[in-house]
């Protein structure tokens, strides 16, 4: 179990990608898979309110809703994240104070509890002083309905003049990033940011660590790249240096016998400041390789093999 920076949360070296629930994943598979994850240990799921409005038919608040018909189900509670500022609605747009108050309403209702472990700005609002986006969110700490607040998407001068502030004026502090991060994209996290992170001890629950799927050696060739919807996006990174990683992954898999979901996911979690990636799963049979992958430890000269792959 890893701690969650300075917080109360602890987790498994992953956590749940609820972005699947209600759209890839229908309501009796995300209830199985969501089972099997808890009964594995796991203790954080991710989602967010937008999730998954950009549906056909759907509004956003349907991998919410599914996870909270999955908790009253079985009677058992597990740590939510979710996220404010992509879906607007009453209030306002993205993190205008009113709008915070009334998403978090609304997401404490579809997920059925009284409090949010982990509630993110989903985005960066810069139409909006950021002191009060932190007094919003103090006032959802303060009334019990959100425990720790986080930042997803956040530029590192955006996150560390927010940190300034709430040092400044006694607001609460972001204790979690969520930023981009993988094996092939790397820029918006590593250097200030990843910096900063360590620096202030916030926990980083990275997402895409597969890439889309790119990271789990699917797309080889342009052959490959008619193998999802998702495959046109691949043929930007078999261009660049997608080829040179998975062609590391493929000799550490050899040495190991892990897969490359498996060691991809180990690499994240081995970098400075990570506490877990997130990540996603439509079938118990790709969840259960995820989960097989928690207690794989890479080498430090396979870490080193794998991190100079990408450069």
């Not at 609820?18 to 994943?25: E, I, K, L, M, P």
């Not at 926990?203 to 889309?212: F, Q, R, T």
């Amino acid at each position: 179990m890893r701690r969650l920076g300075i917080t109360d949360i602890a987790t498994p070296p992953m956590v749940f990608g609820g972005n699947v629930f209600g759209w890839t994943a229908d309501r009796e598979t995300s209830f199985a898979l969501l089972d099997r994850f808890a009964d594995a240990g796991g203790t954080l799921v991710d989602t967010a309110d937008v999730y998954s409005a950009w549906v056909s038919g759907h509004k956003g608040g349907e991998s919410e809703t599914l996870i909270g018909e999955w908790m009253r189900a079985r009677g058992r509670r597990i740590g939510i994240a979710t996220k404010v500022g992509m879906l607007p609605g009453e209030g306002g747009d993205k993190l205008a104070p009113a709008r915070i108050a009334t998403a978090c309403d609304a997401s404490l209702k579809r997920l059925g509890v009284d409090t949010i472990d982990l509630y993110y700005a989903h985005q960066d609002d810069e139409s909006v002083p950021q002191e009060e986006v932190l007094a919003a969110f103090g006032k959802l700490i303060d009334t019990g309905k959100v425990r720790h607040i986080a930042a997803s998407n956040f530029p590192a001068a955006r996150l560390k003049s927010a940190l300034d502030i709430a040092a400044r004026d006694g607001l609460p502090h972001y204790r979690a990033l969520q930023p981009e991060y993988n094996l092939v994209s790397r820029h918006r996290y590593e250097g200030e940011l990843q910096d900063l992170c360590v620096a202030h001890n916030i926990g980083v629950l990275p997402y895409y660590g597969l890439a889309s799927g790119f990271l789990t050696g699917k797309y080889r060739s342009e052959a490959d790249l008619g193998k999802s919807v998702r495959g046109g996006r691949m043929a930007e990174l078999l261009q660049g240096k997608g080829r040179a990683v998975l062609e590391a992954m493929d000799t550490v898999a050899a040495e190991t016998g892990a897969s490359l979901s498996q060691i991809a996911l180990a690499w994240l979690a081995a970098q400075p400041g990570i506490t877990a990636p997130i990540a996603s799963a439509t079938s118990i049979a790709q969840l259960d390789e995820l989960i097989a992958g928690w207690d794989l430890t890479l080498s430090p000269d396979q870490l080193d093999r794998l991190t100079a792959s990408g450069v």
